[in-house]
């Protein structure tokens, strides 16, 4: 089943904080993060793992909560650059390696 | 630039027909991911190949196929177009099945079925 984004959109300041959410029904093993431009191919954030271990983005920081298998993504200090649309791919625990992704949320920050 | 390259890039083509796309996974990685992206919504599992192997599948009809060659670089074969297949088709490579492992994503091709 498809994990849930909320929200669907968010309009931003330059500056401004912003919090990307991602749910599931299953029990997860991993949560990835990727950011999408129009146009343009999704790109790698950040692998949060069950136990905790986060691997990516240096700027950008995000939560796994295993017991309720719920992700935040945490975009502080916006900047122009961080607009785009942002996906959250779940991995099972009985998958290979397979993602799910969301419907994704559209980040648009303005000047 | 992640290393993963697909081609074409753009392709026209009409009901009933068939296309081949491809691509070449990043240095090192041994497995693909295919997905299909149709406008607003996020990419939707296809199918996945480890050394050659298919290793799990969407839920996607049979005319969606693939193939994963020696040097790891992968087709995706649709027969029978149908309007609803057309999408951005993104394939994306990995290092193994281990779980947690990053899937870099190529920048695409855009199929436009008439």
């Known amino acids: 089943q498809q994990p849930v984004q909320s929200p669907q959109a968010v309009i931003l300041r330059e500056g401004e904080d912003a919090v990307i959410n991602c749910s599931s029904s299953k029990a997860l093993y991993s949560v990835h993060w990727y950011r999408q431009k129009h146009g343009e191919a999704p790109v790698f954030l950040m692998i949060?793992?069950?136990?905790?271990e986060q691997k990516g983005h240096e700027k950008i920081s995000a939560s796994f909560n295993e017991k309720k298998q719920q992700s935040s993504l945490y975009l502080t200090a916006s900047q122009l650059s961080y607009s785009g649309t942002y996906f959250c791919g779940t991995e099972p625990i009985s998958g290979y390696s397979t993602l799910t992704f969301g419907k994704g949320t559209m980040l648009l920050v303005s000047p | 630039e992640t290393g993963v390259t697909q081609s074409p890039t753009h392709l026209i083509k009409t009901r009933g027909q068939q296309v081949t796309l491809r691509c070449s996974s990043q240095s090192g990685h041994n497995t693909v991911s295919w997905y299909q992206q149709a406008l607003g919504q996020g990419p939707q599992f296809i199918f996945q190949?480890?050394?050659?192997?298919?290793?799990g599948r969407g839920n996607f009809p049979p005319r969606f196929s693939g193939l994963q060659f020696p040097n790891y670089s992968s087709e995706l074969n649709v027969n029978a177009l149908e309007l609803d297949d057309s999408a951005l088709y993104l394939c994306?490579?990995?290092?193994?099945?281990?779980?947690?492992?990053?899937?870099?994503f190529g920048p695409g091709t855009r199929l436009l079925v008439l």
């Open positions: 949060l793992l069950k136990g905790g």
């Open positions: 190949y480890y050394r050659e192997e298919e290793n």
């Open positions: 994306a490579s990995s290092h193994g099945l281990a779980g947690g492992e990053t899937q870099y």
